[in-house]
């Protein structure tokens, strides 16, 4: 407990997400030269040939490699959770006037060229490839990580922020740390073999700031960037989720267009309470059939976030001809981009 106390404690002395090495060493190794990058601050061994084998740096990595399997324990955790209380909530028998499908891109170009064609030009069809990023690592990822291995479990429902580090004021709008920067930064291969005629993004600031490393390439050739509210994470009471100031985003980001975002305030993000699944569904249908449906681009890619696409994919579109390889049905890693064509059908095609 006093290992995430102290850490939270600096984060709010700066009002800022600093990740500092006596999360991992004690706090008496006094003699470990730091350096700052990125607000997160990272061992700089000294040149004794021996230090390999220290101690200290023995204990660090296994710390790492402890924190680690916590955060892929809480990630089954999260999608087992999560899964549950879409069904719990009757969201996930909802039914929808326009039927949207999605399957695999390996299994859609395995389709006859011909059938494929036709359904594309199809009057009652749209057809579009969607490459779908969640965003790189961000510091209410890590904290929770910290929390969870240093004192337990907690309740993401508790609005104490006591109990409940997700609803401290400290994580408003929370920021990429440094590995989500590299998360971000180690896809850029795969994003470079993709063509998106425009990259949409939630405008919550680690979703940008995992967009504009991830799709560097595409962002130097003119490729726009466009946010929008409708593929912002789960509103409500996570601080995490709640979105700065409009004003500071755009100074911070002139390389995107915000004009679609309506307020400078945040007035979606709610108080105290968690937005229902069925309304996060219903955000998410409206935001795929009235803006990325109607869009004229045919090949985009989206920056969001994890339970937003968790509910997308198992509320509002249809994988069952998803291949079990990257099915976009289970819970994204931080920073992983899944590739799916995207199919809009009108009511009368249901049958």
Not at 10 to 31: E, L
Not at 104 to 116: A, F, N, R
Not at 140 to 148: E, F, K, Q, V
């Amino acid at each position: 407990m006093t290992l995430f106390v102290r850490s939270l404690a600096v984060m709010g002395k700066h009002n800022r997400f600093c990740y500092y090495t006596h999360a991992f060493i004690p706090s008496t190794v006094t003699n470990v030269p730091c350096y700052r990058k990125q607000d997160r601050m990272r061992i700089v061994p000294p040149s004794s040939s021996n230090y390999s084998t220290s101690p200290v740096l023995l204990q660090a990595q296994q710390k790492q490699k402890n924190m680690e399997v916590c955060m892929d324990q809480n990630k089954k955790r999260a999608e087992s959770t999560l899964i549950e209380t879409l069904r719990d909530s009757g969201a996930m028998e909802m039914e929808w006037p326009i039927v949207i499908r999605a399957e695999s891109l390996s299994t859609y170009e395995s389709v006859d060229g011909e059938k494929k064609r036709k359904s594309e030009n199809d009057g009652s069809t749209v057809t579009k490839l969607i490459h779908f990023q969640r965003h790189g690592e961000g510091y209410h990822n890590l904290i929770s990580a910290l929390y969870r291995e240093a004192v337990g479990t907690f309740d993401v429902y508790d609005p104490d922020p006591k109990a409940n580090p997700l609803a401290s004021t400290v994580l408003i709008d929370s920021p990429l740390t440094h590995r989500g920067y590299e998360e971000s930064a180690a896809r850029q291969v795969e994003a470079s073999a993709c063509n998106p005629e425009v990259i949409i993004v939630s405008p919550l600031q680690r979703a940008v700031q995992t967009a504009l490393i991830t799709f560097e390439k595409q962002y130097h050739n003119g490729v726009p960037f466009v946010a929008h509210e409708g593929c912002r994470e789960r509103l409500g009471l996570h601080t995490c989720n709640k979105r700065r100031p409009l004003s500071r985003t755009c100074l911070d980001f002139p390389q995107v267009d915000f004009s679609l975002v309506p307020s400078d305030e945040d007035v979606l993000w709610m108080p105290g309470v968690l937005e229902k699944p069925i309304d996060e569904a219903n955000r998410a249908y409206q935001f795929m059939t009235e803006f990325v449906m109607t869009r004229p681009e045919k090949e985009m890619a989206i920056v969001c976030h994890s339970a937003w696409l968790l509910n997308l994919f198992n509320c509002v579109i249809d994988c069952s001809n998803s291949s079990s390889e990257k099915d976009p049905s289970t819970l994204f890693s931080t920073a992983e981009i899944r590739s799916v064509v995207v199919t809009f059908l009108d009511e009368t095609a249901r049958n």
